[in-house]
């Protein structure tokens, strides 16, 4: 009999959207920031090297609309956006907020960029 894979207790959605060369809007994978094109492989390395990969699953997304802010991930649950990430900050998200269970605030987009989020049952018509 196959062991039932557990679910994870983290999703990590993280915004892999690259711009074309010349487009003025910012994007969370750039060609002027090299960092950010390996930011998603970083991430999935670390996590099995701390041997975590099971219970935080990383999700390779396109836009989360945040552009300004990138690169950003979204973890859930807690609907907690990182903004402006680098390796560093990868670093501490794993081990204080996904292994230490305590969100880096720091690192945590301004409310005026996210805030509540809005009841679907509000706006449909």
């Given at each position: 009999m196959i062991a039932a894979m557990p679910q994870p207790a983290f999703y990590i959605f993280k915004c892999q959207q690259s711009a074309p060369p010349g487009m003025p809007k910012p994007s969370c994978v750039s060609q002027n920031n090299p960092e950010s094109q390996e930011l998603f492989g970083y991430m999935a390395q670390q996590l099995?090297?701390?041997?975590?990969?099971?219970?935080?699953?990383?999700?390779?997304?396109?836009?989360?609309?945040r552009c300004q802010?990138?690169?950003?991930?979204?973890v859930e649950p807690g609907h907690t956006m990182y903004v402006?990430?680098?390796?560093?900050?990868?670093?501490?998200?794993?081990?204080?907020?996904?292994?230490?269970?305590?969100?880096?605030?720091?690192?945590?987009i301004p409310e005026e960029f996210w805030g509540e989020p809005t009841d679907p049952a509000t706006m449909a018509r």
């Open positions: 099995m090297t701390k041997g975590v990969m099971g219970t935080v699953q990383p999700i390779q997304t396109s836009c989360l609309g802010q990138g690169p950003v991930m979204l402006d990430l680098t390796k560093e900050k990868i670093d501490r998200i794993i081990d204080e907020h996904l292994i230490g269970g305590k969100v880096v605030q720091e690192f945590v």
